[in-house]
């Protein structure tokens, strides 16, 4: 079947303690990318990759790193949580990451509490 | 910088009605409008999408309309029915300068409630 799966579905930790969420896809797809949820704010682009080591920030970078070193991974790290991170995580892939728009295949979410 | 807005965030309709969400975009390049639904708990969903080069499309109950030159898109959903219930999000998408591909932007959704 063809899918996103994102790692875990929820994690509670403390600040400061690094963590990372995992995401695979299995569609051969060139695009990923992060999102984060917010009430009232939609979503929000944290980071992308166009390819094999091709990433780039999106919109709300600060606080976290990603890395695609395999064309079906692209884990988000969270070197320092802070509170303010705590939030619903999306991850998405894409088929192409060209310049004309393609539908987004997110995973089934992470919901983040940094307490 | 780029923005979508969508009307509106809370949408009550009576079953069999329809239900339309508004979305206005501001850069002129972007190319591609595609509609999530995120029902409770799970994943935003694609349920339809429309490219800059076509101004209306329809699948069954749904039906999406894009005018260019006023910058807006609308979703319309007839006959509502209850499984209709969810958050719907509007996106548009836009070529990147410089280091190529595309960027999307998302509405901040609208919460439909179908009464049955």
Redesign the interface.
């Known amino acids: 079947e063809a899918q996103v799966t994102q790692n875990p579905r929820y994690l509670i930790t403390v600040t400061g303690k690094k963590l990372t969420v995992t995401c695979s896809q299995n569609m051969n797809h060139e ?1 990923m990318s992060w ?1 984060r949820q917010d009430p ?6 944290i980071y ?1 990759s ?1 390819n094999v080591e091709v990433t ?1 920030k999106g919109d709300v970078p600060e606080g976290y790193k990603v890395s695609r070193k395999e064309k079906r991974n692209f884990p988000l790290i969270l070197e320092s949580p802070s509170p303010n991170q705590t939030s619903l995580y ?1 991850c998405a892939s894409s088929s192409t ?8 295949h ?4 992470t919901r983040l509490t940094v307490t | 910088g780029e923005n ?1 807005e ?1 009307h509106p ?1 809370t949408l009550s309709v009576q079953e069999g009605d329809s239900a339309v969400i508004k979305c206005t975009y501001s850069d002129s390049a972007s ?2 409008f ?1 509609w ?1 639904k995120q029902e409770l708990g ?5 349920i339809i ?1 429309i ?1 800059s080069n076509v101004g209306e499309k329809k699948d069954q109950r749904i039906a999406v309309t894009l005018n260019k030159t006023a910058k807006h898109f609308s979703l319309h959903i007839t006959e509502t029915q209850p499984e209709d219930s969810a958050v719907y ?1 509007c996106a548009a ?4 300068a410089g ?6 932007i ?4 609208t919460r439909l409630f179908v009464k049955a």
């Open positions: 695009y999102y009232g704010l939609g979503l929000r682009q992308y166009m780039d999306f990451g060209g310049p004309l728009g393609s539908p987004l997110f995973g089934n979410g | 979508v969508q965030s190319n591609y595609p999530y799970k994943r935003p969903q694609l999408d490219r999000f998408s836009s070529p990147r280091a190529g591909g595309f960027k999307t998302f509405g901040a959704g």
